[in-house]
């Protein structure tokens, strides 16, 4: 069987990981020209983070990451702490990995590491799929084409995969982050190198912060509504005095590490409607290209790489002939739990409702490659 994976990001690379791993050939076609240190931070659940280590990345990610202690939940104006939710240890021992707070860019680059240089096609922008009788066609921007067995959309909440099939257009969910990067030195509240998540909550706005890249670097999520989102891009370049006003009166702490942030941006946070199938006979979608979602539970990249490995399992149980059937069974085993999930990442944090942060078996428990012999 021969795999083509549109798309190297997070999920795109799991996925090419994963079928090296068992054996599957398969491509990965990238529309960036290079990769560059892009993103912000990224939180990895050990949900995640176990599946990671099957592939092989353990001391990558403890060389990169911080491992979180806990969430501490703040008011949003006078910064007194609400309530303490523990990781850390806890963690390792209900979950059996840590939770870590990451450079999107660090992960990036171990996955990247795991997948052989010559599979990975930079600077090949898919314009369409199309299915054949016995596999797909791709269709790049430069005219050429290829026909695999089976293509898999890992091309982001734009999906042009998607859309070779589906109609339905991102939508803007009323909601924009201002993101950006701190040093560390002089951080309150990580001055004492803390390895913490802080969220400050307010009516209607919250403020996510953690350190990433080893401790050097904290990272600044600020979220609030706004009526539209005119840009065209799903971000783009924002002004410190911006992000201050629409945070203006809250805890100086919040304001400080704006300003401190050595560049930020601004997101318009979108969706897409979920009511439609994964899956034709040889293309199937996986990461946001199949199920965007708010980032309000921090599970779009972990729900990623879940696709990616129940994915691997399943096609590496099929042969070619069964390939429908196996991205079937992956969607069945894929679809329940991604939907739960989108709803619960709907939901913005309030000062009780981060509590349920506590109530994560659900999610941190879960261990997708139980389906499979191997698991
Ligand atoms: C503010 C914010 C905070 C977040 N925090 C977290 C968090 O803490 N934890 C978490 O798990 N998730 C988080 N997420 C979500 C997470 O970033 C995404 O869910 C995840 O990055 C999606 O990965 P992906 O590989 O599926 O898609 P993408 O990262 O979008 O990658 C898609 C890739 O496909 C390429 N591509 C696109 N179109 C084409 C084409 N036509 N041809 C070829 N290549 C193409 C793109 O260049 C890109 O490299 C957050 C998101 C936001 C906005």
Redesign the pocket.
């Known amino acids: 069987m021969k795999v083509a994976i ?8 799991t996925l090419a990981a994963a079928l090296r791993r068992a054996g599957i050939t398969c491509c990965v ?4 020209a290079s990769f560059r240190r892009i ?7 050990p949900n ?1 983070v176990r599946l990671l280590r099957r592939l092989g990345l353990d001391t990558e990610l403890a060389g990169t990451a911080v491992r979180s202690d806990g969430v501490e939940v703040r008011h949003w104006k006078n910064g007194n702490v609400v309530s303490w939710i523990p990781l850390g240890d806890d963690c390792e021992r209900l979950f059996g990995a840590p939770y870590y707070l990451m450079h ?1 860019a660090d992960l990036h680059n171990a996955l990247v590491d795991l997948v052989p240089a010559g599979s990975v096609h930079l600077g ?4 369409e799929v199309i299915e054949r009788d016995n596999g797909a066609q791709v269709v ?2 430069d005219g050429s084409n290829i026909t695999v067995d089976v293509v898999v959309g ?8 998607r859309g070779s099939s589906f109609a339905d257009e991102p939508h803007y969910s009323g909601q924009t ?1 201002y ?1 950006g990067l701190a040093p560390a030195t002089a951080q309150a509240p990580f001055r004492d190198g803390e390895r913490k998540s802080v969220i400050w909550v307010g009516e209607g706005k919250h403020v996510v912060s953690y350190p990433v890249a080893a401790g050097s670097l904290i990272n600044i ?1 600020a ?1 609030t509504a706004d009526e539209a989102w005119s840009r065209e891009s799903w971000s783009t370049p924002a002004r410190v005095g911006d992000a201050r006003a629409a945070f203006a009166g809250w805890d100086t702490v919040v304001l400080d590490l704006i300003s401190a942030a050595d560049s930020l941006t601004k ?1 318009g ?1 979108h969706l897409r409607s979920g009511d439609f199938p994964w899956s034709g006979q040889f293309v199937t979608l ?4 199949a199920h ?2 708010l ?1 309000f539970l ?8 879940e696709d990616a490995m129940t994915l691997a399992g399943c096609l590496s149980q099929a042969t070619f002939s069964d390939a429908t059937l196996a991205l079937q069974r992956y969607e069945q085993l894929r679809r329940p739990r991604v939907s739960a999930i989108q709803q619960y990442s709907a939901k913005p944090p309030t000062s009780q409702g981060t509590q349920a942060l506590l109530d994560t078996a659900w999610i941190f428990g879960h261990d997708p490659l139980s389906e499979f012999n191997d698991g």
Not at 7 to 12: D, F, P, Q, Y
Not at 124 to 127: G, N, Y
Not at 298 to 305: F, L, R, T, V
């Open positions: 549109i798309g190297a990001g997070i999920t795109g690379l076609f990238e529309r960036a993103g912000a931070g990224i939180q990895l659940s995640a999107r090949s922008t898919c314009v790049f921007a890992a091309d982001g909440i734009g999906s042009t995969v982050v993101r999520v979220v997101w946070l996986a990461g946001d290209a965007p979602m980032p921090a599970q779009g990249a972990n729900q990623g790489i």
